[in-house]
Nanobody, 117 residues
């Protein structure tokens, strides 16, 4: 059974930093690209960062230069490092994987990030 478990969310002041983690199990982590999405109240879920199995990264314009994504294949974990946080970064953050072996999408349960101004 595939599980993605996020952690690291919380309340932070504007300008602060947080690191989110997503630990995967039940899947061959190293062969898959991973992504972080977020969904703010009343808005659609959006892709904000992803990382290929080779480590190539992409970011949404809204977070470029402030967020980084990394992965540790030995720990089956992907990280989202968030710096210079703004109130508009407040959202539920989700980890996502499209497993190329099973051709299925998997999502974590989400972790709340709240940035106070």
């Amino acid at each position: 059974q595939v599980q993605l478990v996020e952690s690291g969310g919380g309340l932070v002041q504007a300008g602060g930093s947080l690191r989110l983690s997503c630990a995967a199990s039940g899947i061959i982590f190293s062969i898959n690209a991973m992504g972080w999405y977020r969904q703010a109240p009343g808005k659609q879920r959006e892709l904000i960062a992803d990382i290929t199995r080779g480590g190539r990264t992409n970011f949404a314009d809204s977070v470029k230069g402030r967020f980084t994504i990394s992965r540790d294949n030995a720990k089956n974990t992907v990280y989202l490092h968030m710096n210079s946080l703004k109130s508009e970064d407040t959202a539920v953050y989700y980890c996502h994987i499209y497993d190329i072996s099973s051709r299925n999408d998997y999502w974590g349960q989400g972790t709340q990030v709240t940035v106070s101004s």
